[in-house]
């Protein structure tokens, strides 16, 4: 939205060329094979328990009949959940990299305090088919549709888990919920109780600071006060020279839980950030220089305050109510926003009889955005407000129990942005065995337009027409206030298998359809007095592009040891995006953002004395193809040794990207410079008391 | 081409999984029924216990007050198990006395009404007493095990624990939620 994409036009001109995808399921066969035939036969789960120890016991669910935690194998779409223990292990310190945890989660680091992060394609700073949030609350901004990653924090010993749904959640959670959610949930206030203090240091963040009180009020109710800072030192961009890039995030937040009966819940959480990002921008002048590339601090600050009341009337009856307010505000070199959110949220969720599992709710939403253009950026209104009214409804009715499940669900969304939206879901999960499930379902999610598409206007900038100062082009970027929403309709498939009690399989396939989705047309050329006398052109956003993706995500896991963990990710995506009638179709090309087609992952994490962790995690991905500017296949190596001197503390050291001194792992876009991902080390100290 | 990028990794997990690893018992799923559940806490709770020496020989018996309780299965698939080199035995109990000999006694739901009898019939006989029973830490029982999230936490009383002369291991103790004293439940 910053800057226009007239440098994209260019490279497109340029021409690419396209790589055939390379399917590597026979080799994952070929390798699980012999594993599969060398393991015993299952043991019952009751001594394996007994077993383990205490730590690892403490990280078992209970199976509960509540829809809200079902198991994972009974789940018929693609999830999966990275938990505290893993966010830990990692020794990661930004969310967007924790993302990484998770299977088929493209994750790119564009550069010091931008990432891309997309699933199932979408990518770019500003990937917008995605939804996500923090304990209920949505953290995309209206004004792209996509998330400022570097914004987001949290102290990360208070996250319970994120869960990360791969494929539309539309019918359930609504709009936005295009290719994915992912779902960041923290811990109780009871859970978090103590002091906690987390220091980091090292030569890329430098230095990184996180608190956590937590205390008591009574049996029943708890609190807990948590506070973050972080900076981010520059990045080389990938020629040597020093981007501009750096980073300072404070955040500050509160959370407390009251359980007056074992039946209600209350919970108030409340949070707060500001942070200083630098960006580089550029500005365009119908004079000579007609650019110059400027760099200016983007300033960015907000709040929040969400309450919620959780009521179980029996067991899996349970209604939830949940209300938040957000208020939102970036200053930066194009413009000036400010955001307020409230959001109304209410679900019940029963059983009804002995096979139907029903879940309905109802949403309110009402934004005002106070928008101010500035430099080259203009906004069509400076205020505006906009509402949504939704109702959703889902039965999963047990055809054969426990083993055949059919889900039925759809998501009614009125809102004033484009109308009302329907987006149903139909899933079926059978459960061939104890270990094995097969799940299908066909669903179709819509992507609302963001407010900047409909209401922005760009000068992109000024070319002198032989050199001649007086004749100008001018290319201009516009919204349109008329963009409909953009569809998909997916078709996924996965199966699920515990091979032995030790190894299990997740395998996913999706085919999404995309059908007017945003894309560009030209405008037609015309003469322009404002700013100064031009010839006027450049493009226009419209719904006119359509295409598909189709891919594969594989997981394996495998836990030779209680000690020992390996796991193994592969995913690989194609996109293809359809002929368009006209002459602009090159304008629409990355209608679903650019992505390696092929990321793995494998990780290990030891536990080779109760003190000590070694964790290894090895993330791949292959070359990203871009017109003028492709990104080499990479692979990182991070590696984490952690040492439990006394109860309550840990000492760690930590090293990231150790294969190579520097990668880059995504191209520049526009005026948003990318930087080389740098080696990096830094130890770490966390003190629980 | 990338396709080698790829390769590389894939023989070394494959390479990593052929290393020959008995396959200890371990569950891959992380989820399991509760009652078995608990009872792994139980006997895990045993190896970090040091009972008073009248009680630090011989078999290490578990006990359980309360007929037909959803525990009676799993606490008996302990029996033969060893703690500490010292052989598990079970046994299902109506009622307590200053003779009841069981190293670790839980106390089963439908002895709610009882509590405060039972633990004044257990005061100082080196009994490690646990129950899932709400409040039971604050009412003098020594540990509670709490379902939390539909996770397993526990609270350790830990002056009923002294009072009966039992020592339990900081490791036990760092995972817990610790009391002092007797709170209001």
């Known amino acids: 939205m910053q800057y226009g994409n007239s440098k994209r036009f260019a490279h497109r001109i340029m021409g690419i060329s396209k790589k055939s995808l390379v399917l590597t399921a026979f080799l994952w066969a070929r390798c699980f094979l012999p594993v599969h035939a060398q393991t015993p036969p299952p043991d019952t789960l009751a001594d394996p328990l007994i077993e383990m120890d205490l730590e690892s016991l403490m990280d078992i669910e209970v199976y509960s009949a509540s829809k809200k935690t079902q198991r994972l194998s009974d789940i018929s779409s693609a999830v999966f959940v990275i938990n505290q223990d893993m966010i830990r292990r990692s020794g990661l310190t930004e969310l967007p990299e924790i993302l990484r945890l998770a299977p088929g989660v493209q994750v790119s680091r564009i550069n010091g305090n931008a990432w891309s992060v997309s699933i199932r394609g979408g990518s770019g700073r500003y990937g917008d088919k995605l939804l996500v949030m923090i304990d209920g609350r949505s953290i995309y901004t209206l004004l792209f549709a996509g998330v400022y990653w570097e914004d987001q924090d949290l ?100 959370r407390a839980d009251w359980e007056p009966s074992s039946r209600d819940g209350f919970s108030l959480q409340g ?106 950026f203009k906004v069509a209104h400076n205020n505006r407000t906009d509402y949504l009214y939704s109702f959703f409804f889902q039965d999963e009715i047990a055809l054969l129990k426990k083993e055949l499940f059919l889900t039925l669900g759809s998501k009614f969304e009125y809102q004033s942005f484009t109308g009302s939206e329907v987006q149903p879901t139909l899933r079926m999960l059978w459960n061939v065995n104890d270990s094995n499930s097969l799940w299908a379902a066909v669903s179709r999610a819509v992507r609302n337009p963001s407010i900047g598409e409909q209401e922005m ?134 209608f679903a953002g650019r992505v390696p087609e092929a990321l793995y992952t494998f990780s290990m994490d030891w536990t080779p004395r109760p003190d000590m962790d070694l964790g290894m995690y090895l993330y791949g991905a292959s070359r990203l193809e871009y017109p003028v500017e492709p990104v080499p296949e990479y692979i990182r190596l991070d590696l984490r040794l952690a040492w439990r001197p006394l109860s309550g503390v840990e000492l760690s050291l930590v090293g990231r990207n150790l294969f190579d001194s520097k990668h880059t792992e995504y191209p520049s876009t526009d005026a948003l410079l990318n930087s080389d991902v740098p080696l990096s080390i830094y130890a770490g100290l966390t003190l629980d008391f | 081409m990338f396709s080698h990028c790829f390769l590389r990794p894939v023989l070394l997990f494959c390479f990593g999984l052929l290393l020959v690893f008995q396959p200890d018992q371990v569950i891959a799923g992380r989820q399991a029924e509760e009652a078995q559940l608990k009872a792994a806490y139980i006997y895990n709770f045993g190896k970090y216990v040091t009972w008073p020496a009248k009680m630090a020989t011989g078999p290490v018996k578990i006990c359980l007050l309360g007929r037909q309780d959803p525990m009676a299965g799993s606490l008996g698939k302990l029996a033969g198990k060893t703690i500490r080199d010292r ?43 646990v129950s899932d029973i709400q409040g039971f830490a604050g009412r003098g029982g020594m540990i509670e095990l709490v379902k939390k999230k539909n996770k397993i936490r526990f609270i350790i009383n830990i002056d009923s624990v002294r009072r009966a002369g039992l020592i339990i291991s900081s490791r036990l103790l760092s995972l817990a939620t610790v009391l002092s004293g007797e709170q209001k439940p």
């Open chain 1, 271 to 376: 949070g707060m950030f500001d942070s200083t990002v630098e960006e580089n921008m550029v500005e365009v002048f119908p004079a000579p220089p007609y650019s110059t590339l400027v760099r200016k601090d983007d300033d960015s600050r907000g709040w929040n305050l969400v309450g919620s009341w959780s009521r179980q009337i029996r067991t899996g009856n349970q209604v939830d109510l949940k209300m938040y307010f957000d208020d939102a505000h970036r200053d930066s070199f194009f413009y000036s926003s400010d955001l307020d959110t409230f959001d109304l949220a209410l679900q019940h969720q029963l059983a009804v009889g002995s096979r139907h599992n029903v879940i309905y709710g109802f949403r309110y939403r009402y934004v005002t955005a106070e928008i101010e253009g500035k430099t080259n």
């Open chain 1, 155 to 254: 102290v990360l010993a208070d996250i319970d888990r994120i869960e990360v749904i791969r494929g539309p959640g539309a019918a359930i959670w609504g709009a936005n919920a295009v290719n994915g959610v992912i779902n960041i949930i923290t811990k109780t206030a009871a859970e978090t109780q103590g002091t906690h203090i987390n220091v980091v240091a090292g030569t890329v963040n430098s230095p990184l600071t996180g608190i956590r009180y937590g205390g008591t009020i009574n049996d029943k109710a708890h609190y807990r006060v948590s506070a973050k800072y972080r900076r981010q030192t520059r990045f080389d961009r990938p020629d040597g020279s020093e981007n501009y890039d750096g980073l300072q995030v404070g955040h500050g937040s509160f």
């Open chain 2, 87 to 129: 052989d598990v035995t079970f046994d299902v109990l109506d009622s307590v006395s200053a003779k009841t000999d069981c190293e670790v006694l839980f106390i089963s739901h439908s002895r709610q009404e009882q509590l405060a009898g039972v633990l004044a019939q257990l005061a100082g006989h080196g009994v490690l007493t």
């Open chain 1, 457 to 590: 206007t760009l000068e992109g900038g000024y070319i002198p027409v032989d050199g001649n100062p007086d004749q100008l082009v001018g290319f201009w970027v516009v919204g349109n206030p008329d963009l409909d929403s953009e569809t998909l309709v997916a078709y996924e498939a996965g199966f699920r298998s515990e091979l032995t009690p030790v190894f299990s399989v997740d395998v996913a396939l999706f085919y999404n359809q995309y059908d007017n989705v945003r894309g560009f047309e030209l405008l037609p050329s015309s003469p322009a007095l404002e700013p100064v006398p031009h010839l006027r052109t450049g493009m226009k956003m419209a719904n006119n592009v359509s295409g598909h993706s189709y891919g594969i995500e594989l997981t394996a896991d495998w836990k030779p040891i209680n000690a020992l963990r390996f796991r193994a990710d592969y995913s690989t995506i194609r996109i293809e995006t359809d002929e368009i009638p006209g002459s602009a179709d090159f304008l629409n090309e990355e």
